[in-house]
């Protein structure tokens, strides 16, 4: 029978070629001040971001990005992108025009609408001829009819950065998005992604060790999925590092899902190893383990293949706005089933045979003094 | 119990085809009359959407009773604008979080929504013009009774016939009254403005005295004006002031190529996944499909029952659920595949199958419900929404993957056309597919 659980080392060292890089790179994210490592979006690092069509032609990224220089938007990002409805311009600014707590009031045009209060006619005092009402023009502006586009706000600071753009590059024509995150949820997200990532680890230690009865197994799969969420995490900052591709606030919920998901094959192997344990009763643990891998190797790869075709399928054809969650996913799953057989069970028989030298040598140990 | 299982299957999927298709499948709620519906999030129908928190002067959170009163105004203010389906929720401690599908007009909205909504009655000092409509108001002039004076029951628009102006009507509660009746009996022909957050919202002119605090606003309003006043005179001050933490809009246009776009992604997945069963599963593979099918529209109908906000992660969710879903009739097959081997019969091995993998599902299926459950209770509204649909799914397939096909099996392998080794991709030698009699029979009820 084909010897999994010999080649163990073999497979540790693997995990560990395909984890220190990335780590090394996670790291670098708080050192190199956001430089290197992982690219995170306005979701994050709060900003603006327009996406907006130019009627008159698509303007060169680098003389938008000279506009939005002068208006005190210097970190900013331009970017074409295509789309069926034609070429759009990206914009990532800072973040601009979010209402402060007291809504500032925004000087208008002082026309005055001049209405007058009267007691109510169902009161019976009314009657009075109105002749005090001035007909003046209104001062706010009408209200578009509902329409598929939205539109750029024409007030404060948005107001006058969408004018400059249309100063220097004509009319916008069309918005497929405006969006502005504050400060203050980035801040909140990066502790929540922590906490989250804290919880569902506990959750899953907790609810192996309970329903196999060993501490042992729900560390081994503790170990294996966070062996996952840092294969991920790390690839992200590679990825970032050199392509600057950018998490967003769904990263952290494509990371509790694997840890959710990669936990599954392990599951099953370690409930054939339970089964195998009494009927086998006797044979040494590391053999046990090897026989249960090898039995439960094609369905580990059979569950992660439709999950995988399923993911693959949103990858290619689900959209951009997706693609990074869907990635994260993926890589995900994958080294989910690969820690599931080659990390998780193998450590585990590391352990019981850690374990088992430990109680041979007190034994010997107990012999030697009597 | 097990004769009844076939029913309960039958029942429940036609239940779920009803929810599916009808236009107006009834589903419980107050008033007014509720149906199942798909609901559609921000990023699929375009609209606009904000988060917000709640600041208190002290910087301490916020208690539930003023997250709710919070919740319950800017609900009603936005309701008042015409938006249709706005949803209003109050998330953690201190955040309120509003959806407005189909909304296009960002700068009204957020003036609605952000806006305190501190509303005072400012009497303006004779000789002064009051200021214009959306100006400041100078901060030193005393307020004569605040918006909190208004009864909110007697706010109403109207249509001066007249004048062919449009009207709003209000009524004062006893208190503002009284101070009303007191101040316009000495001031007619005086202005008083009508103040919220410090900004004006209307100035009108005193004609009459109002004795009985029953009084009506004409003037030359557009019909968002008008609504504008009444809803500002209605619903009234916010407990707490509120900060704008995001805001967002997306084109309708672009949800609806995202919309096309994950449902071509859904059935392409959908499609490799049966294309999967049934090359390497064959018969019991074809029926892992049907079950799939089936989960399909049990979970379309819960989404749509619930009813469930479907986001762009949320169709990804369900996606993934599928995959995940037909988990459980893989460790079944293979299980039977064993049993098979083992020299059992086909009815006993697929017994032995569903009994032997169910530890390894029920396992699993809890391990992503935790991680699930923990999303929900934990995170942001995206992140919640991907939550429900995962929470869903993996309840629902341990319903069809197991039941479902479990009884479909169990029918198919009584007839004697699927006893061939070779639906069940195995050898002939492997296979042993004799008619369970007497005791064989009885052996496969207690497996």
Redo the contacts between chains.
Sequence with gaps: MFDLIGKRRWFFLFSGLITIPGLIFILLTPFSGGKAGLAFSIDYTGGTIWEVHFRDGTPDPAAVLAVLADQDLKDSAVVVTQ???GEYVRLTMPPI???????A???????????????????G??G???G?????P???????P??????L???GKPGEVAAALEAAFGPID?????????P??SRD?IN?AL??IL??SA??LA??TV?FHDVRMGVAALVALLHDVIVVVGVFAILGTFFGVQID??F??AM??I???S??DT??VF?RIR?NRFRHAGEPFSSIVNHSLL??L??SI??S??????????L????E??RV??LA?LIGIVSGTYSSIFNASPLLVVWHERDDRRRQAQLTSARAVR | MRRLIPFLIVAVGLLALAVDLLPEFPRPSADPPAYAETRLGL?LQ?G?GG?Y?A?TADGSAPSKGDMETIRTIIENRVNASGVAEPVVQTLGNDRVVVDLP???????I??LI???GRLDFVPIPTGTT?P?????IDPTLPALFAGSEIDPGGVSPGF?Q??G?RTV???LKPDGAQAFADYSRANVGQY?AIVL???VV???????????G?????????T??QRRLVTTLKYGALPL??????????????GA??LA??I???L???G??FL??LL?YRLPGAVACFALVYYALVVYAVFRFVPVTLT??GV??F??S???A??AN??IF?RTK?ELRAGKTITTAIEAGFN?AW??IL??N???????G??YY???S??RG??LV?IIGVLVSMFTAITVSRSILRWIVRRPWARRAALYGMREDEFTATAPRGRAREAGARV
Aim: hydrophobic share 45%; net charge negative.
């Design positions: 789309s069926p409805r025009g979010l209402i402060e707590a007291q809504a009031p925004t000087p208008g045009p002082t026309v005055m609408p001049a209405p007058s209060v009267s007691a109510s006619p169902s009161a005092a009314s009075t001829p109105s005090s009402a001035s007909p003046a209104s001062a706010s502006p009408s209200p578009t509902a329409s598929a586009g939205i539109e706000p024409t007030t069309d918005v497929s998005q405006a969006t502005a995150v504050g203050v949820v997200l929540q906490l989250l919880a569902g959750g899953i609810w192996i329903r606030a769904l952290v919920t509790l899902t840890i959710g998901f936990v599954h599951i099953v409930d089964e039995q439960t094609g369905r059979n569950t293949m439709t999950v995988v075709l399923t993911l693959t399928a949103l290619l054809f689900g959209g706005a997706i969650f869907v996913l | 990023d375009g606009l988060e928190q600041l189909g909304a296009t007009d960002q700068q009204e957020r003036r952000g806006s305190t009051p214009g409509q959306d100006q400041p001066d007249q004048t102006q009507n209000f009524k008083f957050d410090g900004t209307s100035a009108p002119v005193i004609r009459e005295p109002i004795l009985d029953s009084g009506q606003i004409s003037g030359d309003f557009t968002a004006e002031a509120l900060k704008e933490l995001t805001f967002k809009s997306i084109n309708a246009t672009l190529e995202f776009a994950s071509l992604a859904g392409i997945g959908i490799l996944v999967f069963m390497h762009l992660a990804a969710g996606v993934l599928v995959g995940m037909v988990d893989i460790l293979e064993e032997r530890n390894s396992d699993s809890v391990s992503s419900l935790i991680t699930a923990i999303l934990f995170g942001s995206t992140i991907f939550a995962l």
